[in-house]
Nanobody, 125 residues
Framework: QVQLVESGGGLVQAGGSLRLSCAASGRTFSSYTMAWFRQAPGKEREFVAAIRWTGGRTYYADFVKGRFTISRDNAKNTVNLQINTLKPEDTAVYYC??????????????????WGQGTQVTVSS
């Protein structure tokens, strides 16, 4: 089993920044993918960013437009999401997820086997 624990959410004014972290523990895999998704009230869960643990290649949703950066810390088994220039429309619960393999469908939440509990990000205008 894998446990994912997110942290770093909160209330921030538009234009501010936040850094979300997700700590993974438990079973390890030789090659896996970690990602961030978000879900706003009344909306479907949407892909934000993903990173391949082996090699570190990153992938982003189109709406990110350079404001989000996903990174990993191998030693701490942690994946981070730096969010800059926050907008009110970024308000959502942000979830960390882990896929036990790599797929070109990394943007599909159905691919992911493990999820964190989510962390709330609220951006005031």
């Amino acid at each position: 089993q894998v446990q994912l624990v997110e942290s770093g959410g909160g209330l921030v004014q538009a234009g501010g920044s936040l850094r979300l972290s997700c700590a993974a523990s438990g079973r390890t895999f030789s090659s896996y993918t970690m990602a961030w998704f978000r879900q706003a009230p009344g909306k479907e869960r949407e892909f934000v960013a993903a990173i391949r643990w082996t090699g570190g290649r990153t992938y982003y949703a189109d709406f990110v437009k350079g404001r989000f950066t996903i990174s990993r810390d191998n030693a701490k088994n942690t994946v981070n999401l730096q969010i800059n220039t926050l907008k009110p429309e970024d308000t959502a619960v942000y979830y960390c997820a882990l896929d036990t393999s790599w797929s070109v469908s990394y943007y599909n939440p159905g691919r992911y086997h493990y999820w964190g509990q989510g962390t709330q990000v609220t951006v005031s205008s």
